[in-house]
């Protein structure tokens, strides 16, 4: 059962007139979350809250993009990895923008209200994929546009994400990914489709709209809307560090964090909720077959454990993981899980665990998660 609003305000995290919410920023300047809020005093309770309830965490650090026009859906369709010709009215999936070798450079979340496709993507990428979007209109019917100074990102996460919704007149069905078919399938095995496909609905009351995700929906929302659906939701707030806990654990990857120059889409595990394998041409299309034909992409995406004996302190991002004495792949994020302790999610050799050997994060020793 969903609790009652007396219940849901009892698990909010306790914040006196004195506890402020504490900024990225504040404690790390350099961080790609440096706007976002990193907790409300504590950072392990807002993550059992994630994992056990719900909560409503603020990620409107995220860049927006508004694609409008007649030829949208078709011409995002020609240009990244998943399909999106049909896509249905209030419906969403996932992106990826490729280099002619293959490698990742942008990663977008989408939705379509019917008249505009919304683009959601990490913090300061928005520029960029605008930039690409903007040089590839040519005389298509489309007007895309960064639009992030008047949007924002909310997200409720947890296993009470449905109750959450229909708090605010929604009901929305899972998500629906197709799976991955093995290497040298048969032609017609992947649906005409999108292969993640994310049910949506508007929001009228603020102006927005939901889109049903794995984990949890994300709410996009003109900013000035942000403190009504605040108070409409009443739902206790988690920051960002209890956000990323719980993204680690569930092995997601991030643009940015687990990929860099030369990232192939299979190595983090994007095929499935971001690339078509039998759609037409795109750039970076060949690339894309070779690998899952070949079934084994150079690099795969691990969870790891780390023993915390010689530090406390989380390995930056892009952290080598070296195995003897030598760099066999790196950390893209680190947290402090409120059950399983310091883990990160690293990107290593295909090799890495199967020919033994200690692996190291700086001073701290890491296994690779089996599961």
């Not at 903007?134 to 005389?139: E, L, V, Y």
């Not at 920051?239 to 299979?266: C, M, N, Q, S």
Request: proline share 8%; hydrophobic share 45%; charged share 20%.
């Amino acid at each position: 059962m969903w609790p009652c609003s007396a219940c849901a305000a009892a698990a909010a995290p306790k914040r006196s007139s004195s506890v402020k919410p504490v900024t990225v920023a504040s404690i790390d300047p350099s961080s790609a979350d440096g706007a976002a809020v990193a907790h409300y005093g504590d950072p392990a309770r807002e993550q059992k809250i994630l994992d056990t309830g719900a909560g409503l965490v603020d990620r409107s650090h995220r860049d927006v993009l508004a694609v409008p026009g007649a030829d949208r859906l078709t011409w995002l369709h020609s240009l990244t990895t998943q399909h999106l010709t049909g896509l249905d009215p209030m419906s969403g999936s996932e992106l990826l923008v490729l280099s002619p070798h293959g490698h990742v450079e942008h990663h977008a979340m989408l939705v379509d209200d019917g008249t505009a496709t919304w683009l959601d993507l990490e913090p300061g990428a928005g520029a960029g994929l605008l930039t690409f979007l903007s040089r590839m209109i040519f005389m298509m019917r489309v007007e895309p546009a960064d639009v992030t100074a008047d949007r924002a990102v909310l997200s409720i996460v947890g296993p009470h994400t449905d109750e959450a919704l229909r708090a605010l007149g929604v009901t929305l069905a899972a998500p629906d990914v197709v799976p991955v078919p093995p290497a040298k399938f048969a032609t017609g095995v992947v649906p005409p489709r999108p292969t993640a496909r994310y049910a949506a609905a508007a929001l009228p009351a603020f102006d927005g709209l939901v889109r049903r995700v794995e984990g949890g929906a994300d709410l996009i929302v003109p900013r000035s809307a942000v403190p009504d659906l605040v108070a409409a939701a009443q739902l206790p707030p988690a920051g960002i560090w209890a956000y990323e806990a719980l993204r680690v654990a569930a092995r997601r990857p991030r643009f940015g964090f687990e990929t860099d120059h030369k990232t192939l889409p299979a190595e983090v595990g994007w095929t499935a909720h971001a690339v078509h394998l039998e759609k037409g041409c795109y750039r970076g299309q060949e690339t894309v077959s070779r690998v899952h034909h070949l079934g084994r992409p150079p690099r795969k995406l691990v969870l790891l454990h780390l023993d915390g004996i010689a530090t406390d302190e989380l390995p930056a991002p892009h952290t080598e993981v070296v195995r003897d004495g030598r760099a066999v792949g790196f950390v893209g994020t680190a947290a402090r899980h409120y059950e399983l302790g310091q883990i990160a999610l690293a990107v290593v050799r295909q090799n890495v665990n199967e020919d033994g050997g200690q692996l190291l994060v700086g001073p701290s020793t890491a296994a690779i998660d089996p599961l």
